[in-house]
């Protein structure tokens, strides 16, 4: 679902930059035989997903980036952890990617699942759209 839901693009002749990442499937363009690039909004939507899997110490030589989702997957499913999850998501993007400006975060435990079901609705600077990114967070043993 990750590769499916970057796939909305920048095309407001608003914008004055372009964003632009290596596309981490490593699939490789047709035309200069390089890796392919992804830009604007795919590129942002990227880096949120990254920056809500990377615990603390994991970015070499930026120990602080991350954060301790990881860890809380393990605690008991109540509200008071719901909101926290909710808290700590919001923070982390606030704190770690200045492309973006939040508008939400919405986060629902699901206890069938054992895990959290995330929906962060943001927008990308120089985009007029709102940009929604789901993921879902479970623990892996």
Do not use: W
Request: glycine share 2%; proline share 4%.
């Amino acid at each position: 679902m990750s590769r499916y839901d970057a796939t909305q693009t920048n095309e407001s002749t608003r914008s004055s930059k372009i964003y632009k990442d290596l596309n981490l499937d490593f699939q490789q363009n047709s035309a200069t035989k390089d890796i392919q690039k992804i830009t604007d909004v795919e590129s942002v939507k990227r880096s949120v997903k990254n920056l809500i899997n990377t615990n603390h110490y994991e970015k070499p030589f930026h120990p602080e980036v991350g954060s301790n989702l990881r860890g809380m997957l393990f605690e008991l499913m109540t509200p008071q952890m719901n909101h926290l999850i909710t808290k700590q998501i919001e923070q982390l993007i606030k704190n770690y990617e200045p492309r973006c400006r939040l508008v939400q975060v919405f986060t629902q435990s699901m206890i069938e699942r054992n895990g959290y079901s995330i929906q962060i609705s943001f927008y990308v600077v120089n985009n007029p759209n709102p940009v929604t990114v789901e993921s879902f967070l479970e623990r892996l043993r």
